[in-house]
Structures are given as C-alpha cells and as structure tokens.
C-alpha cells in the first residue's frame, strides 16, 4: 500500500505539472504506458487469449464510470491546490456507502450513516460552497469520487471472475482509445525530457493499481486502509515545495472530517465481515 500511495502521488504530481500539455494528450500518456506496463504482467500461458472475458458489458460501464473520474480529477489537479483534491478524494469511500444500498442491496447501518453525514460535512468545510467565491473547479474532486465509488463497486463485482491485470488492462485501453479522439483539438509536441515525465503518468499509475489490489488482497484491510491517508502528506509537502502552496485551516479541518469518516466506514465493513464469518463457522 505505501508504495501504491507513493507512486499515486508521484502520478499526481505529473498531471499538476503537465498544465501546459492539453489535457486528452495527458490521458494518451496515461492509458498507453499503463497498456505497456501490463504487458509485462500478464501471465506467461494468457498471452495467446490475454483479453478474453465473459464479462464485456461489466467492464464496459467500469471503464466508463474509470473515464468519468480520471477526466475530472485531472482537471481537478490542474486547476485547485493539491492538498485539497487530495483531502476531497478521501470521501470517495462515502459514495461507495451509498452506492452499494441501492446496487449491492447491501444493508447500512447507523454508525455507517453518521459516518456519511460527517464525511459531507467535511467537504462542505472544504469547499465552503458561496454565491460570492463559487469556484466552479471544487465540483470536480467530487465528480471523481463519485465515479471512482462506482468503480469500486464493479471491481468487487468483476473480481470474483477477472484478475487484477485484465480489469486494469481494459481500463488503459479505453483511455487510450478516447484520447485519440482530442487528437484533431491539437497536441503539443514534447521536448525529450518532458516526454520521459509524461510517459511517467502512465507507469506510475498502473504500477499504483496493481499494487493497490496486491495490498487488498494478501493484507488485512484494516492495516493497509489507514496508509492511503499518507498522500494528504505528500500533497501538503509536495505543493509547498513546489507551487508554494499552503493548504488553509479549513481544508485540514474538513479533512480530518473526512478521514474520520472513512475509517469508520472501513471499520465497519470489517466487522461485518467478521461477523458474517463467524456465523458461517458456526453453522
């Protein structure tokens, strides 16, 4: 997991500085790289039928809800401090809760929906909605997170036939597919340089998403969860160093909201399963 953040934030970071490249050239960067990174794992005897699945109609709409986020975050990074999409991309955790009632018939409880209450109080504190100082680009964190909610929830759906890599694979590729059609809006031509960093994009995010479903699968949750929270660390220190940008007291205090709300969410989630284990031991 700590890897994971690290290379998310490193990803991050990219995106932010990419500024003066449009912004479908970015995602060609992000999907392409991703679709090389994946060649290199998928297994030995798939390479003849690596892109097989019975499952094209799911993969579609978590390509599609994948596409929705990534576009919004990356203008989220390129058009708001750093620290505060990372603070407001914490809450995607919140819409998964409420996702899952009405597409899993999963039931929630009341600590579940205290925990949702205070996470939107938490993004209230940090977007401080006004008539007055309307920032239009505070809509689009929240976009992502709602989008990356739905993401998860057609993971943990795909996951139980489909591994890691053909799930991240496809969704590469479908970036990959949509950024040709910026093409005719114009690309920038790219020093040397600033290609070897935007190729960048594209392995450290797919390098990320495998390491994030690795961490899932061989680690307890409840220890690997809380490490995701060190990217508001590297974001503060990243975005002072950098864009001499300093996170205000309302995005740390909304951030916290947020964070404690998502550990009560993850808190949650694992004693339920610990007590759907049991019974089933018992029975």
């Given at each position: ?255 916290i909201l947020v964070i404690i709300s998502t550990l009560i969410i993850f808190r949650r989630e694992i004693y339920k399963k610990k007590v759907i284990t049991s019974k089933t031991i018992n029975d």
């Amino acid at each position: 997991m700590f890897m994971s953040i690290c290379a998310f934030s490193l990803m991050d970071l990219i995106v932010k500085w990419s500024v003066d490249y449009p912004l479908g050239q970015v995602l060609f960067f992000r999907g392409f790289f991703g679709i090389v990174f994946y060649f290199f794992v998928i297994p030995r005897e798939r390479l003849h039928n690596f892109y097989e699945t019975k499952r094209p109609g799911l993969h579609f709409l978590r390509c599609f809800s994948g596409l929705i986020a990534l576009i919004a975050i990356f203008i989220a990074l390129r058009k708001l401090p750093l620290a505060t999409v990372v603070s407001i991309s914490f809450a995607a955790p919140i819409f998964t809760t409420i996702f899952s009632i009405f597409l899993l018939n999963e039931k929630v409880g009341i600590f579940r929906w205290l925990a949702v209450i205070v996470g939107f109080i938490g993004i209230i504190v940090i977007t401080e909605p006004g008539i007055s100082e309307l920032n239009i680009y505070y809509i689009f964190p929240i976009i992502f997170c709602l989008g990356l909610s739905y993401v998860a929830i057609t993971i943990r759906q795909l996951s139980s036939t489909e591994p890691p890599w053909l799930i991240s694979f496809y969704f590469s590729l479908s970036i990959t597919l949509l950024s040709f059609l910026t093409i005719p809006q114009g690309w920038v031509m790219p020093s040397l340089n600033h290609l070897m960093l935007l190729s960048l994009i594209g392995i450290f995010g797919g390098v990320a998403n495998l390491w994030l479903s690795l961490s899932y699968k061989y680690s307890e949750v409840s220890l690997v969860t809380p490490l995701k929270y060190l990217a508001l660390v590297f974001a503060i220190i990243f975005g002072y160093l950098i864009w001499e940008e300093i996170p205000t007291i309302k995005t740390l205090v909304g951030s916290i909201l947020v964070i404690i709300s998502t550990l009560i969410i993850f808190r949650r989630e694992i004693y339920k399963k610990k007590v759907i284990t049991s019974k089933t031991i018992n029975d």
